[in-house]
């Protein structure tokens, strides 16, 4: 179990950051100041957002079978930059001492409870996982350039009190189905509804999500169950999370419920050199976008968090041929099967346009994109004639004196355009 986990742990790392911290990585950037969206699991009195989240997913498995609960999480650490002053020390936004810059500014470190037993021991009955992580305090000076000391930065972990329950039930019919349940619950005593959510926040589970292993067993797809499974998986509550089978296609053995929506068996791209916390977004964008910071932004962002440090420097050191890698790749490149010749070519203006036809570019109205004004009366070659499921055909071009069309037509890379946005050339 320890392969298929540790391979399932890159998904769930690439959820666990997501939104961590947000391009331009910088704390005064104001999509920065509204941090921890995914996954939080509040202290139960604080209201407007949910402390427990629920995980049902379905399992083919005999008793004996052995289940690996992961119940994973950031827990936020206050970090509060104070200036000495003759009557004690002050909290600052920020301070600057011999040229380095301190920063008031919450980090995140990562937290894992875990729980390891066979189906038995919760089948027609349950499993609760106390989740104990103590408080912490950690003061660390700021001298001067003397040696003087001239303030402090005060690190600070919040106590956090969880609770993960585990039951699961064998439902009736000839398949061996058997539903697992997994509620994961912040039990933290809070009493200030009013407090800003900073401060919540620092008692909460943030990006909460589970990994779970069976061995001995295996898991069914809620997203494409079988035939016989239909009427299980459409059954099964799940509340602030969502369960996808994780692995190489084909596996069954681990499960990711997590707070954002997945397919079955997502992957991280193997061109991505590293985290950038905006998992949905472009690699190639962010990094070319973080490569533009101007000096003083970059000198704020290192100040920020570690992980932003970590994320300029890989990005200023990133060798071109690494970064030419995160343009683009193809993963399945399928030829479709053609049901009729005329599926090859259209007719335009009473001239029958196919593969190799010369074409002048009439882009329509009723493109979205911008930049297709500047390519309206160039010529262009067809490179194929594709007709969609809505029957629907579009040509593939690329353009004649453009010195890169050889490269694009090597990697499959066109430009679009339907019959009536041509002229015969």
Not at 251 to 267: E, G, Q
């Amino acid at each position: 179990m320890t392969a298929p986990m540790e391979a399932a742990r890159r998904v769930a790392d690439a959820v666990l950051y997501e939104g961590y911290l947000l391009y331009p990585y910088r704390a005064s950037a104001a999509k920065n100041r509204m941090r921890w969206q995914f996954g939080v699991l509040v202290p139960p009195n604080y209201p407007g957002e949910p402390s427990a989240s629920v995980t049902e997913c379905l399992l083919e498995a005999p008793d004996e079978a052995r289940l690996d609960v992961r119940l994973r999480f950031l827990h936020v650490r206050g970090k509060t930059v104070e200036r000495r002053e003759d009557d004690g020390y002050w909290p600052v936004p920020r301070l600057t001492v011999g040229g380095h810059d301190y920063l008031s500014f919450d980090e995140a470190g990562e937290r894992e409870a875990r729980a390891t037993l066979s189906l038995a021991q919760v089948v027609g009955g349950q499993r609760t996982i106390e989740v104990r992580v103590p408080g912490e305090r950690v003061i660390e000076p700021i001298a001067g350039p003397g040696g003087e000391r001239t303030g402090r930065v005060v690190c600070e972990h919040q106590p956090l009190d969880a609770e993960m329950r585990i039951s699961a039930e064998r439902l009736p019919g000839p398949y061996g189905l058997v539903r697992l349940r997994v509620e994961v619950e912040n039990t933290a005593q809070w009493e200030r509804a009013d407090a800003p959510r900073e401060e919540a926040l620092r008692r909460s589970l943030v990006a909460a999500h589970l990994l779970i292993g069976v061995s001995g067993g295996a898991f069914v797809s809620l997203l494409d169950p079988p035939l016989w499974a239909e009427a299980a998986a459409r059954q099964c509550h799940n509340e602030n999370t969502w369960p996808v089978l994780v692995g190489e296609p084909g596996r069954r053995d681990v499960v990711l419920s997590s707070p954002i929506i997945l397919y079955d068996h997502p992957a991280i791209a193997p061109e991505s050199p590293g985290d950038l916390f905006d998992s949905t977004e472009i690699d190639e964008l962010l990094t070319l976008r973080t490569q533009t910071l101007t000096e003083e932004e970059k000198r704020e962002a290192r100040v920020t968090d570690p992980r932003a440090a970590e994320i300029l420097e890989r990005a200023a050191d990133l060798p071109p041929e690494l970064l030419e890698r995160l343009h683009g790749a193809i993963r399945h490149l399928e030829v479709p099967a053609r049901t009729a010749p005329e599926d090859d070519a259209v007719t335009v203006s009473g001239v029958r346009i196919g593969k190799g036809s010369r074409v002048r570019l009439r882009p329509g109205a009723r493109r979205a994109d911008a930049h297709d004004m500047f390519l309206t009366g160039r010529i262009a070659r067809v490179e194929a004639v594709f007709l969609d499921v809505d029957g629907v055909h579009h040509l593939a071009v690329t353009l004649e004196d453009d010195a890169g069309s050889d490269l694009q037509r090597e990697q499959g890379r066109f430009l679009y355009f339907a019959p009536d946005e041509v002229e015969p050339a």
